[in-house]
């Protein structure tokens, strides 16, 4: 594509990227045929090719966002199926990720739509709000329907129908501290906590931290850990998103430097992504563009780290069957596509793959909350493709989808991590004794 910046326009790093990244595209289109939003909605401006032309027009231009432009790239998802489509290479996840922050920049919202996105940027990354926060929803789930009839609350009200019914997390083993294997050390990690999975879901780090210290690995989970930054990076909350970064890398970098890791492991695939991309994100900080590369480096899926590791024989043999939801982050952010499944396979589960299981099921952070109506399309359509595979179970490896997708079906839904710990020896994950919550 050609473009037209001036070069004092280009002597802006993240513009000259911006810039470099545009040209990639030869505006073929194919990736329109696998855009969520262009699926469902069939407006070319909701397709990443659309996308890209409005972000084009708006930088080179220099011009502040408006309402259509915010309009459009607030219905992305950011789930990056337009990356793995693109035959030319076009890195979409950087250019949506500078032209959310030059919005955020520019753009004066919405009186209701501005405090909902400071109220989710304050909230949901800090797990002691967010728990607190998680509690009073369980209170005001009973008036969701009401809320949802008037358009200003629909956000209040998709947030009240995503919070569970039942359970709030955040026991001791989510706590700062090491946790040895019995046996001999093979090795030693660390696990980021996360901010609101464990509140959510605290059983996740707890299946991690069992199974990798069975096969040998010590477990680590460094004092100060906050929020990587994702949710607020996926805002264009750029400063709160660096300074949780630079945070988090300090944290682990003195970790790295006291006992060494061999890895940062990580459970929620939509962390994942970002944490990979820190090196990116902090390229032009001299303070932290060596140290933010190492950590992006050593950061690394829970399934990608076992595919690594000798696994025994599997203990439990359970012959479920469990359709494999893959979530966004982790098959078009990640590139991890078939390793879950061949694990959960050689854990001896009968694995199905449901049809467009390339389509976000529409969490995608807090998308699901500022987008209630497309995200409740998305979902409906990834539950009946998943329920068309009659799966007694199903997982995934992205808290975000497993809240997503499990607040529309009665099939239980857990993550990846939790079967393959119980398959090794550990005990029955809750959502199988219990059934759906
Ligand atoms: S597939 Fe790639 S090159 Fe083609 S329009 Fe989409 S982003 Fe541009
Ligand atoms: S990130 Fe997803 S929703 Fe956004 S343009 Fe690409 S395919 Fe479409």
């Not at 070069?7 to 696998?34: K, M, P, Y």
């Not at 922050?101 to 990354?125: C, G, Q, S």
Request: some cysteine.
């Amino acid at each position: 594509m050609q473009t037209n910046f001036s070069i004092a326009q280009l002597a802006d790093a993240n513009v000259a990227e911006a810039e470099s990244i545009l040209r990639n595209c030869v505006h073929c289109g194919f990736c329109t045929a696998t855009c969520p939003t262009y699926v469902t909605l069939g407006n070319e401006m909701d397709s990443p090719r659309g996308r890209i032309y409005l972000i084009k027009d708006m930088l080179e231009n220099e011009r502040p966002a408006d309402e259509v432009v915010t309009k459009h790239i607030d219905r992305c998802l950011s789930c990056l199926a337009c990356m793995t489509t693109c035959p030319s290479g076009v890195h979409y996840m950087h250019l949506v990720d500078h032209a959310r922050v030059h919005i955020e920049r520019t753009y004066k919202r919405p009186f209701m739509n501005r405090i909902t996105r400071d109220a989710l940027a304050a909230v949901l990354p800090y797990r002691g709000r967010f728990k607190a926060a998680v509690v009073l929803a369980k209170l005001g789930k009973p008036f969701a329907g009401i809320m949802e009839k008037i358009s200003a609350l629909k956000p209040v009200a998709a947030m009240l129908r995503l919070a569970p019914a039942s359970g709030v997390g955040g026991k001791p083993h989510t706590m700062p501290g090491s946790f040895a294997p019995r046996e001999e050390r093979k090795g030693r990690v660390a696990i980021l906590s996360g901010c609101a999975q464990p509140v959510l879901d605290d059983g996740i780090n707890l299946a991690t931290i069992q199974l990798l210290n069975r096969i040998g690995v010590e477990v680590v989970l460094p004092e100060g850990e906050t929020c990587c930054g994702s949710l607020v990076h996926h805002m264009g909350k750029e400063d709160q998103a660096l300074s949780l970064a630079r945070h988090m890398i300090d944290v682990w970098t003195s970790e790295i430097e006291q006992g060494g890791l061999d890895a940062i492991i990580i459970t929620t695939s939509g962390c994942g992504t970002t944490i990979k991309d820190y090196g990116y994100m902090l390229r032009n900080d001299p303070a932290y563009a060596a140290k933010a590369q190492a950590v992006s480096k050593l950061a690394i899926d829970v399934t990608e780290y076992l595919a690594t590791q000798e696994l025994p024989e599997p203990k439990t043999p359970s012959g479920m069957t469990v359709a494999y939801h893959s979530a966004c982050s982790l098959q078009h952010g990640q590139k991890i596509k078939n390793t879950p499944k061949q694990l959960l396979k050689a854990a001896g589960f009968d694995v199905k793959e449901p049809a467009e299981s390339h389509l976000c099921c529409g969490s995608a952070g807090t998308y699901n909350i500022l987008q209630p109506g497309i995200a409740g399309q998305l979902r409906d359509r990834k539950i009946a493709n998943i329920e068309n595979t009659q799966p007694d179970v199903i997982a995934a490896g992205n808290i975000g989808c497993l809240t997503q997708i499990g607040s529309g079906t009665d099939i239980p839904i857990l993550h990846t991590v939790k079967l393959l710990n119980w398959a090794y020896g550990g005990d029955m994950p809750d959502e199988l004794r219990k059934g759906k919550n």
